[in-house]
């Protein structure tokens, strides 16, 4: 793949995180409901199954492949990260109303440090 094709591809990945950022910020006082969570849920699984297919498009079928199998193992060990995220939430007594821009910051730093720690 080209630089340039990595180039949009991370700008799109920053601008949806700065969105998210900005969004949780702004709805830091509310309580996330079940509707909008899973309404949430929907348009990520979305936007990475039309990404995915699309890599095909401008990459190797190979790459698409790849995406899919790596996205699917990621997705599958996120849920094993609910249950601790539960735990760490009830411990710290993290307000409801605080949780999703507590998680959103929490995810923030971790890519921060994965991507620093592995390069």
Do not use: C, P
């Given at each position: 793949?080209s630089?340039?094709?990595?180039?949009?591809?991370?700008?799109?990945?920053?601008?949806?995180?700065?969105?998210?950022?900005?969004?949780?910020?702004?709805?830091?006082?509310?309580?996330?409901?079940?509707?909008?969570?899973?309404a949430?849920?929907?348009?990520y699984?979305?936007?990475?199954?039309?990404?995915?297919?699309?890599?095909?498009?401008?990459?190797?079928?190979?790459?698409r492949?790849?995406?899919?199998?790596?996205?699917?193992?990621?997705?599958?060990?996120?849920?094993?990260?609910?249950?601790?995220?539960?735990?760490?939430?009830?411990?710290?007594?993290?307000?409801?109303?605080?949780?999703?821009?507590?998680?959103?910051?929490?995810?923030?730093?971790?890519?921060?440090?994965?991507?620093?720690?592995?390069?």
């Amino acid at each position: 793949m080209s630089l340039t094709v990595w180039e949009i591809t991370i700008a799109a990945l920053l601008a949806v995180l700065l969105f998210d950022l900005a969004l949780a910020i702004v709805r830091r006082n509310k309580e996330t409901s079940m509707k909008e969570a899973a309404a949430w849920t929907i348009f990520y699984v979305s936007a990475a199954i039309i990404f995915g297919y699309s890599l095909g498009e401008w990459s190797t079928t190979q790459a698409r492949g790849e995406f899919f199998a790596g996205w699917i193992t990621e997705y599958s060990l996120s849920v094993d990260n609910l249950f601790i995220f539960i735990l760490i939430l009830a411990r710290f007594k993290v307000d409801k109303t605080k949780q999703q821009l507590v998680l959103l910051v929490g995810i923030i730093w971790r890519s921060f440090f994965e991507v620093y720690l592995l390069h």
